[in-house]
């Protein structure tokens, strides 16, 4: 792996940070972004045109780890001094999550280290107000920003019905743009979160347009796409794992499966950003334990009364609020069985090998 060419900057690390500082706890470590994810291993690459595989320690393959200490694509990782083993993840700058669809409880990593998250939505017939809500409570918990991405301009008679829809969310700060994900001028919008050293994740349902858009903003066909039903706007898998791209424009891609079921990993916040005016609402009330249902001076009730709160936007608060509440009392039980498990492991071996 000598002889392989090395660019760090074109796969997205920060211009004027320390690669020696970053490796200090791994001395003779050599530096490495995945870049991607499969069921049998890991792939990294140091430059652009280089991918190649690596093992993961030992640690990882055990069922109960916590997915959080294993690495996903965007993490800056240190190899031993034959670029062959993972040595230890880099600490993140950001992670985005959420809870794995199934009946089980398991938290699924999207992506690290991302400064941007864009999220696509087709102004179409699978447009969902709420399903946007969603994934932006996944991307505040994570510390990357939101980029909202409206696609199928070209196929749309009018968009205003479409982003009409998140003007709150545009007058928050969060940007919004609409645009035919096959023109290259009009995805040079995005460029200003794709520059040197920046990296941005995809999200959004199958069919949005995730795939052609990432062709359009690197200027080739690398990514497979196909056409949506024409009965209800849902697209099928054309992106069947997670890649980091490097992009002409300097920055890095991640472009990720379709996602359906988009379940709250727990650690979601609600007292700022989306919904942190209703919160803020809920402690005005004169009861602390104020359920906002017959109570007097409820200042959501209140609100709600004067039109300052619409009831649906309340509803969903609460649906979004109970499931957050639900997968952090998981999150924490699976945690501490974890725990108990691995001291018992512990425990075991100490018995067996004797204690020194």
Known sequence: MSAAPVDFGAIGWPPGQSIEAALAA????RLAR?????????????????????????????????????AVVGDWVALDAQAKQILGILPRHALLKRAAAGEHYQQQLIAA????????SGMDADFNGKRIERYLLL?????????????????????????????????????????????AQDTEALHRYLGPGKSAVLVGSSGA????????????????????????????HTTTH??????????????????????????ERFDEGLFAEIDALAGQCRFSDCSHGNEPDCAV??????????????????????????AAMTLADRRAQDKAAASRFGKRVKDKYGRK
């Not at 791209?245 to 990993?265: F, N, V």
Request: hydrophobic share 35%.
């Open 26 to 29: 791994w001395p003779d470590a």
């Open 34 to 70: 995945v870049v991607a994810q499969h069921r049998s291993g890991y792939e990294v690459a140091q430059h652009p045109e280089h991918g190649f595989r690596v093992q993961a320690p030992a640690h990882w393959l055990r069922p109960r780890t916590d997915p959080e200490l294993r």
């Open 113 to 120: 280290n991302i400064d941007h998250v864009l999220l696509v």
């Open 139 to 183: 991307i505040a918990a994570s510390g990357a920003k939101p980029v909202l991405v409206l696609t199928k301009l070209d196929k749309c008679d009018d968009p205003s019905v479409y982003v009409g829809q998140l003007t709150a969310l545009a007058e928050r700060g969060i940007p919004v743009h609409s645009l035919n994900a096959k023109s």
């Open 209 to 236: 347009g995730k795939s052609t858009l990432t062709n359009t903003l690197l200027g080739i066909e690398k990514m497979k796409t196909r056409a949506v039903r024409e009965t209800d706007a849902k697209g099928r």
């Open 242 to 267: 997670r890649a980091l791209i490097a992009l002409p424009q300097g920055g890095c891609l991640i472009d990720t499966p379709g996602m359906r079921e988009l379940k709250l990993s727990g650690d």
């Open 301 to 326: 009730l209140s609100a709600i009364a004067d039109g300052r709160l619409t009831d649906d936007r309340y509803r969903h608060y609460c649906k979004l609020k109970d499931e957050r509440d639900a």
